[in-house]
């Protein structure tokens, strides 16, 4: 045993550090039914409701606290929220784009997947980049030319979100008038220089649809003998070799008729909205079909 | 004398007792700069620095067992670094012949760091692999600086409950004899 005051508390201390490896080792070395390991699970037991009032206790504290550092750092996150917040608006305007985007070319699809093309005929999706400037013509602009297969005479046909009717924002478009190689120039159907043959459902009227510089579509040349009720379909009827029968074109608005006329006049409100279109899909007919220009 | 011892044992007992119901109940579930602080290390600390060298080691195995029990660690491992903890801070106050603040608050923060690095290098052999950088700059440095910082209002508190003696040359002439 250390005899001097000094030498017991060298001693002393190199017993704390041999029992602290012994208890490490033990630690480490014994299974878990052995007594240290009892100790230590004891310890715990005994220390667990104190830990579990503490957390209680100190909740407030602890609130308070983040409450002051939450204080402390408010402006940034404010900053740094507001910054998230114009990302976010951003990402739903693109989202609510995407997701019209997505409903037109749906619309394009389902007018894909009627059954009134020739066989062959190939579809194109093509976006629209430019307009006709003034009302005297109306035309549209496609990102789409000679280099994608497109060639003037193609009919051309689109959809527009439009509520109400089965085929409401579906329908005839007009057709392919001049051609770049990457781009093409599209004539409307309510061109003043428009005109396509049509008919209308479930009558045996048929005539010609005009553009006019009005926007409006008249369908002229309709015997009037003929009855014609409004809410009709009309749709091509595939004379002149421009237009495969059977696209939809509009409903009868309106039905009128002059007694100085031999024909009635029937004025057509187009199923595509003209001014909200977007996409449009060109019909690339087999060259064997007889598409040309001027119907 | 009876009287007398039996402050003194109820002293080592406010010592013992108090830092496990505060940083079980309390200390733990407050988190500066991303740790919390070390009770049990300060409590050791400050013991070697005011009663000494083996007052410090005796208090700082007692400490080291409580804490490992409260954190679930295997026992001994923060038994033997309070040990060396406290025989260090005995050694280098003796050195430095006095404590002042600054001192004191050098020798909390700078033991603090060397406990938790030791306490990091044991959990790197023993537990999960991290990095090295890593542990230096989220748990060693912020703890050694809570540590210290905590070290000298909890030594003025302890001294005015006159649960601890004030640092003064009686205390530096023990520490001398021990050399």
Known sequence: MPRTNTAWRRFAFVVLILASLALLTVSFREAESGPVYAIQKAGESLLAPLQSWGAKVAQPFVDGYEWFKALLSARDRAAELEAQVQELQGQAMKLEEAAEENQRLRGLLDLRSQDIYPDGTDFLIARVIGKSPTRWESWVLIDKGEKDGIRPGLPVVGATPLAGESLAGKGLVGKVLETTARTAKVQLITDPESSVAAKVQGSRAEGIVEGSVSGRLIMDYVDRDIPVDPKLVVITSGYGGVYPKGIPIGIVASVGEEDVNIYKEIEVEPFVDFRVLEEVMVLILPLSSGSQLGE | ?179
């Open chain 2, 1 to 179: 004398m009876f009287v007398r011892n039996l402050k003194e044992v109820g002293r080592y007992l406010v010592l013992i007792l108090g830092p496990v119901v505060l940083q079980v109940a309390f200390v733990s579930h407050v988190t500066v700069l991303g740790v919390t602080a070390d009770l049990f290390f300060i409590t050791t600390i400050l013991v070697a620095l005011t009663r000494g060298r083996l007052a410090g080691a005796a208090l700082g195995f007692v400490c080291g067992l409580a804490a490992d029990i409260a954190y679930m660690q295997p026992l001994g491992v923060r038994s033997l670094i309070y040990v060396l903890v406290a025989y260090a801070a005995a050694v280098v106050m003796t050195r430095l012949g006095t404590v002042g603040p600054g001192a004191m608050l050098l020798v909390a923060g700078g033991l603090s760091f060397a406990s938790q690095l030791l306490y990091g290098v044991v959990q790197y052999v023993t537990g999960p692999r991290g990095g090295f950088l890593e542990l230096i700059a989220f748990q060693v440095l912020p703890g050694a600086t809570l540590d210290a910082l905590i070290t000298l209002p909890a030594y003025w508190v302890l001294v005015r409950l006159r649960i601890l003696p004030p640092i003064g040359p009686e205390v530096f002439a023990t520490q001398g004899e021990e050399t």
